[in-house]
């Protein structure tokens, strides 16, 4: 590794007491133990019902006459919260009532589905925030790499198993560039990355738009932003025939799982990141380049959601829009944080949120309630992890020993 | 007024810092608390000041039972305290300082009357021979005089208890032989001065009573006339030895080379170290003494490579040094055992064996080709810890639950597994128990025995004296001198405050 050049400048990257802030926080979040995070996700669900009582028009029609005939208002939440709870867990899990047993176990494989992308990216950020980067741009970063990947995909004819390696790498390497930015920044200058991100986010979105307008990027014969289908061979394979969605990227993304595993926990390069977001002037001290961890930590999770974006243009969508990301790239940030950055726990949480998004339809249809009941489910979510004192209060935990004053 | 604390007992979790503990103390006395840090000292003041909510015990004052709910109630009641850590206004004047949060107002537009606490600092200046004026700035005062302020402040709300916090941390022996003038003055005129304090010598020089504490309890008492060698065993729980036998030097070549450096402060523009030469030779301790905040830290930060050098150059073996990064720097065989260790020595979070291999991670064996070994990082790890002897559940246990000095026994630990040419250690022992003192200066000995050159930085003339084959003395940057280590303490101490000796260095 040569680091000289970029790494021993003067410009260490300044630590203000903004970024002290941040390490606390993510600190506070990544050491919160696994019983906390449960609860977390329980006391989300619990609030979602609460929601869905009053979200359900029978409840509503109950409750006018409540002072007459209170059950009434009492039997239709309890029907309104079966029938919620069903329908997630027929839109998520399985479903029983189905003939066949492919209508029966498809809605996991929907739900592994929608789980790969966010666990790309959720990996991807989770070494950040194990890093002391709190990076909020995988949303730019997996649009860029899908742009790249898809215009591989669909521009390009290659042989078979080689376009497919070569969009993919190629989504891999856009995302890489879109997170080295705002890492080389960080470590030449001391951008914060807060920033750098999300700003790289808009212009992440803008580019793709942008491209959106060119000949080179638009489906023939269209003027809307919509690109070409991506060639068949640059496709994921559909690893359980074509009755189901799921694609060959689950099995990539759960591979990356273990790579990022063993880069984290077994590699000298992890052992930097660690050492890095824990305590960056001992890191220092011992020798190890803060500055080049930042940087390759930024590539490292820009690849990753990259990857990310190869699972909706390779995958499931096989078009670029500028609709391509969604909103997985922050929900990655829940993911990763609710899987508190280690690979395990982000493939986890990721399929927890890939379930909720796959049931959103069936909640729809089937128990007649809004999607948004899903949206504000990840939104609680991510307000309970965020504050582990109040999930232990209402659970009654005790507090972690490093909250404890210990005065000398 | 008599105080009497009764069976006073804090836990934090399930860690406690006070258990039962009784302490009298007389009016017109000194009554010295002698243990080591992480004893309870501090803790057992703060119940008492009322920042802290004692779970069992009583306070008496004058044997009568008080409650103290915070600090305000504590100062009210006649108690006054110094903390270690000075609590002033540094853009205040003195007698403003003096009146904060005691503010007096005059007239019927409510002016605040700064001639009364002019006043005020004026009488007990004048009383005690502090030497202080009421209108100085704060900030242009030396650590002494601020030292001073807080004691006026203290008194001026008509404290009849003073407890003084680790007073003499931050004080020159010039200082320190001053405070404990003013001590024995304050007893003599009825105040009950307690001393908080883990320095054998000082508690013999004034105390009437020394009451001795450890793990939180109270396991005895002893008189001033009590040798240091008594006091530290009852202190450690053990006999501990006072001196480490240390053979003369034998030293050969010189290794290390400081040349002209200075080190300036970029964002401030202060200097820090100012045009600084001297060499050490393999096989010798070179001493950097000197009161904190004199340049040292920045010196041996600067000779590492942690701070940039203004000019100047540092050269090892030969090499210039300036502009290398860190990590060729340990590479060319420089230890180093930074003064904060654990902001810059170990990773709280990492486990006792990761922060054993924190500069050796990228070498083999710990790993080939990009990838630890995790069994090799163990069984190093379990050598390491049995070799220096620090205490801890495992080898697995995180770093920042062990005590201060098990911390520092695995800097050096790690430190010491590289062949050196150069050893750096600043404050090696700050905040350490006797023990682990004695260890640790048995450590750094056998490394100079071993032809390594070894640079202490210390602000402890015992820690110096312990060491020393040559003593540089740092103010306001230079050197001022570098002297034999048979220089006697007063003439140290003024060299510490800024005065050139006459005896030429050895």
């Known amino acids: ?408 | 007024m008599k105080l009497e604390l009764r069976g006073i007992t804090k836990k934090f979790g399930d860690f406690t810092a006070n258990d039962a503990i009784d302490l009298v103390v007389e009016p017109g006395t000194i009554h010295a608390l002698l243990g080591e840090n992480g004893a309870g000292k501090s803790t057992l003041m703060n119940v008492l000041f009322g920042l802290y909510d004692a779970d069992a015990g009583e306070i008496l004052m004058d044997d009568d039972a008080v409650t103290f709910v915070g600090p305000g109630d504590a100062m009210a009641a006649g108690i006054g305290m110094v903390h270690q850590h000075f609590m002033l206004v540094p853009v205040f004047s003195v007698a403003e300082n003096v009146m904060l949060g005691h503010e007096q107002v005059k007239g019927p537009a409510k002016l605040l009357d700064v001639g009364a606490a002019r006043d005020k600092v004026r009488e007990l200046s004048d009383r005690f021979g502090f030497d202080i004026d009421p209108d100085a700035l704060v900030e242009n005062l030396s650590v002494g005089a601020q030292q001073r302020v807080e004691i006026i402040k203290a008194l001026s709300r008509d404290a009849e208890v003073l407890i003084l916090d680790e007073p003499t941390a931050v004080l020159t022996p010039q200082e320190t032989d001053e405070l404990l003038e003013i001590v024995r003055q304050l007893r003599d005129s009825g105040t009950a001065v307690v001393l908080i304090t883990h320095k054998l010598r000082e508690v013999k020089a004034v105390a009437d009573t020394i009451t001795v504490i450890r793990r939180g309890k109270v396991v005895g008492t002893a008189e001033p006339s009590a040798s240091q060698e008594e006091l530290a065993s009852l202190m450690v729980g053990r006999d501990v030895s006072m001196t480490v036998d240390k053979g003369a030097a034998d030293p050969g070549e010189p290794v290390l080379r400081v040349e002209n450096v200075t080190v300036v402060n970029e964002a401030s523009g202060v200097t820090h170290v100012d045009d600084v030469s001297l060499e050490v030779r393999a096989g010798e301790i070179l001493a950097v003494a000197g009161v904190q905040g004199n340049g040292q830290t920045e010196l041996a930060e600067a000779i590492l490579g942690l701070l940039p050098t203004a000019h100047g150059q540092i050269i090892l073996d030969g090499n210039v040094l300036s502009g290398r990064s860190i990590r060729q720097n340990l590479d060319a065989g420089i230890g180093f055992v930074p003064e904060d260790r654990t902001e810059d020595g170990v990773v709280a979070d990492f486990t006792v064996a990761n922060n054993l291999i924190l500069d050796l991670y990228d070498r083999e064996p710990y790993s080939r080709r990009g990838a630890i070994d995790p069994q090799v990082v163990r069984t190093h790890a379990e050598e390491q810890v049995e070799k220096f002897d620090v205490r801890t559940t495992s080898t697995q246990a995180l770093t920042g639950a062990l005590s201060g000095g098990n911390q520092q026994k695995v800097v050096l630990a790690r430190e010491l597994a590289r062949e050196l040419k150069v050893l750096i250690a600043s404050q090696p022992t700050r905040g350490l128990d006797v023990g682990s003192i004695e260890f640790v200066h048995k450590r750094i000995i056998e490394e100079r025995d071993k032809g390594v050159a070894v640079i202490i930085v210390s602000s402890e003339l015992d820690e110096v004296y312990a060491l020393a084959d040559r003593i540089a003395v740092m103010y306001h940057g230079k050197v001022v001198d570098i002297v034999a280590p048979d220089t006697d303490r007063d003439t140290l101490g003024l060299m510490m405050a800024g005065a050139h000796s006459k005896e030429e260095a050895a």
């Open chain 1, 1 to 408: 590794m040569s680091d000289t050049s970029v790494t021993e400048k003067p410009a260490d990257p300044k630590d203000g007491p903004g970024d002290d802030r941040v390490r606390g926080v993510l600190r506070g979040i990544l050491e919160s133990s696994t019983l906390v995070v449960v609860m977390a996700v329980v006391a989300s669900l619990a609030i979602g019902g609460l929601l869905v009582m009053f979200a359900d028009e029978d409840v509503r029609e109950a409750a006018v006459y409540f002072f007459s005939r209170p059950g009434d208002t009492f039997s239709a939440m309890g029907a309104a919260l079966v029938s919620a709870y069903t329908a997630m867990f027929q839109g998520a899990v399985v479903n029983p009532s189905s003939e066949t047993f492919v209508g029966f176990i498809r809605p996991f494989t929907q739900t592994l589905t929608m789980a790969t992308p966010l666990i790309f990216a959720g990996l991807g950020l989770g070494i950040g925030f194990r890093a002391g980067l709190f990076n909020i741009g995988a949303q730019g970063q997996l649009l860029i790499g899908a742009a790249l990947g898809a215009y591989i995909g669909f521009a390009w004819d290659l042989p078979w198993v080689l376009h497919l390696l070569v969009a993919v790498i190629g989504c891999a390497i856009g995302g890489a560039v879109w997170g080295f930015i705002p890492g080389f920044l960080k470590a030449r200058t001391g951008a914060h990355e807060v920033i750098v991100t999300i700003m790289l986010n808009y212009i992440g979105l803008n580019l793709v738009a942008w491209l959106l307008t060119l000949e080179a990027f638009q489906r023939p014969g269209s003027n809307n932003p919509i690109s070409p289908e991506v060639a068949d061979a640059a496709q994921y394979p559909l690893i359980l025939g074509s009755q189901f969605n799921l694609h060959l990227g689950f099995l990539l993304a759960i591979a990356c799982a273990f790579g990022v595993w063993w880069l984290m926990e077994r590699s000298t390069l992890g052992f930097e990141f660690r050492a890095a977001g824990s305590n960056p002037r001992a890191a220092r001290t011992a020798g190890m380049s803060v500055a080049k961890s930042y940087i390759f930590v930024m590539v490292i999770a820009g690849a990753l959601a990259g990857l990310a974006g190869s699972a909706q243009v390779l995958g499931t969508e096989k078009v670029l829009t500028t609709a391509t990301a969604g909103s997985i790239g922050f929900d990655a940030i829940t993911v990763a944080l609710l899987g508190r950055s280690r690979p395990l726990g982000t493939v986890m949480a990721a399929i927890l949120f890939g379930g909720l998004r796959a049931a959103g339809p069936t909640l729809q249809v089937q128990a007649g309630l809004p999607v948004d009941i899903v949206f504000v489910i990840q939104a609680l979510i991510v307000l309970f992890i965020a504050a582990p004192p109040l999930v232990r209060s209402i659970f009654r935990l005790p507090a972690p020993a490093n909250e404890k004053e210990v005065a000398a």
